[in-house]
């Protein structure tokens, strides 16, 4: 079982999108966090160590989580995928964005 975390904002449109997305795969377990301090779940050090590998929305994403949770990134693989907050929830074509670009990164789906 693979385990992926996905983070962006405030965990209200695009990495809940993508945890719905991805937790429907057989073989992958899913989980969704927002960096800001309001997200609707945060990004804690538990979920961290939790993932085998964690996908952020955009760049600025990494530098906040590189920042925060520097320590508990050791060995660990994070991805991100350039993808604006410009998508509603479960908007067919960030549906689509997210399978283009993680599935390839997944190898086996």
């Given at each position: 079982m693979?385990?992926?975390?996905?983070?962006?904002?405030?965990?209200?449109?695009?990495?809940?999108?993508?945890?719905?997305?991805?937790?429907?795969?057989?073989?992958?377990?899913?989980?969704?966090?927002?960096?800001?301090?309001d997200a609707e779940v945060p990004v804690s050090p538990e979920l961290i160590q939790w993932a085998d590998m964690i996908f952020v929305m955009e760049k600025v994403h990494r530098n906040k989580l590189s920042k925060k949770f520097q320590h508990f990134l050791k060995n660990k693989r994070v991805v991100c995928l350039n993808i604006p907050d410009e998508y509603d929830?479960?908007?067919?074509?960030?549906?689509?964005?997210?399978?283009?670009?993680?599935?390839?990164?997944?190898g086996t789906y």
């Open positions: 693979k385990k992926l975390l996905f983070i962006c904002s405030q965990n209200k449109l695009r990495s809940p999108t993508a945890e719905a997305i991805f937790s429907e795969y057989a073989g992958l377990e899913a989980e969704s966090a927002g960096l800001n301090h929830y479960m908007d067919d074509a960030l549906i689509k964005l997210l399978k283009n670009k993680v599935l390839p990164i997944l």
